[in-house]
C-alpha cells in the first residue's frame, strides 16, 4: 500500500519534471540563457585576471574564492563531526581492522596494490600542480590520494596504513586546506590588497602574474593535501573497530 | 519535439525520481542514504548539462582556443563545491549510521523507530 502510494506521487512528480523540461530552452543553444550573461566575460578576461589558463580553476579560486574557502570548512566540518560521532583512534594503541571476508586478500592483489599505489599519488600530484592548466585541481586531487589509501587500507588494513599515515601528520594537515586559503587571504591585506583577490598592489607590475600563480599553486596544494588528509582520516574512523588489541610497546 | 532534444535534462529528472523513490520506500537506512546519493548525482547532472553547448570545447585557454566556443565553466565549478559538500553529508550521516548499528543491530528504519531502549536490542553491543 505504501509502495503503491509513494510509485504515484513519484510518477506524478516525474510528469510535473518532464513537461517543465518540455519548456525549457534547447539544450545546447549558444542563445540561452545560461550562455548570454555573465559566463562571456568569464571566458574572456579570465585568463588576463587570472592567469589561470583553465577558467573553471580561476572561477573556483579566484572568482568565487569566498565560496571555495566555506566549502573547505564545509569538509573540515564534515571531519569534526564524524570524530565527534566515532571518535579518534588513540595514539599509542594499536588499533584492528578485523577482516570479515572469508578469503584474505591474495599475494598477486597485495603485489599489485603496493605497485600501483606509488603511481596513483604520483598522478595524483600531477592533477593537483598542473590543475591551472588542465583538466584538475586540488580537490580532484586529494580525492584521488584518498582513494589510493581507501585501496592500500582494504587490502593491507588499518594498522599498516596507519603506520603509513601517522596520527600526527594527519592531525597536522586536517587543516591545510582551509590554512591555505586564510594564509593566501591574510598575505593578501599584507601586500595591500583585498581579501582572496591574489592582487598586491604593493608589489611591482612586472611581478603579479608570477605571484598570482604561485598563490593559486599555494592553496591548491593546501587544497589537496588537506582533502585527502580528511577523507583519510574519516576512513580510518570509520573502519576502526571499537576493541584495542594491545598497547603498543 | 523539445523532451527528446533536451534529452539530458529528463535523464537528469528520471534519475531524480529514481533517487527519491529509493529514500521513500527503502526501509534500509543505508540504501536510503544511497537513494540521497543518486538524487544529488542527478542534480549534479542536470546542472553540468545546463552548460553544454553544441559543438563546445573545454574551457581552457590553450593554444588558440576561442573563446566562443567555450562550454560554460560556471556550472562546472559550482558543481565541484557540490560534490565536496555532497561528500561530507554522505560522510556524516554514515558515521552515524555506524553508531546506531552498534547501539541498536539494526538498520531498519520500521525497527529502529520501535525500540525504545538500546539495552531492548537483540544483538546490539552494550557501551
Redesign the interface.
Known sequence: MKKVVALLFIVALAVLLLYVVANMPPMGDPENPTATHVISRYLERAEEETHTENVVTGVILNYRGYDTMGEVTVIFCALAGVLAVLGRERRGVIHAFVDRSEVPSSVIVKTMVRFVVPFIILFSVYTILHGETSPGGGFQGGAIIGGSMIIFTTIFGLYESSRRIPLKVRASLEGAAVMGFFLVGALGLLGGGNFLTYAWPRVARSLQPSLVVWLTVLVEVGVGLGGAMVLISILFAMIREEEEIAPAP | ???L??Y???AA??L??VG??TV??RRNIIKKLIGLNIMETSVFFFFV??????G?I?????GAAD??R?V??????LI??G???A???T??A???V??LY?QYGTLDVDRLMREEEPEAAEGG?EE
Open positions: 519535439m523539445r523532451l532534444h533536451n539530458h535534462y529528463a529528472m528520471v531524480f525520481c527519491l523513490y521513500i520506500v548539462s545546463l552548460g553544454y553547448l553544441d563546445g573545454a574551457p581552457i585557454h590553450a573563446p566562443a567555450m560554460n565553466p560556471i556550472p562546472q565549478a565541484l563545491t560534490i565536496v559538500v561528500v561530507s553529508v560522510a556524516l554514515l558515521s552515524m555506524i553508531l552498534r553491543k
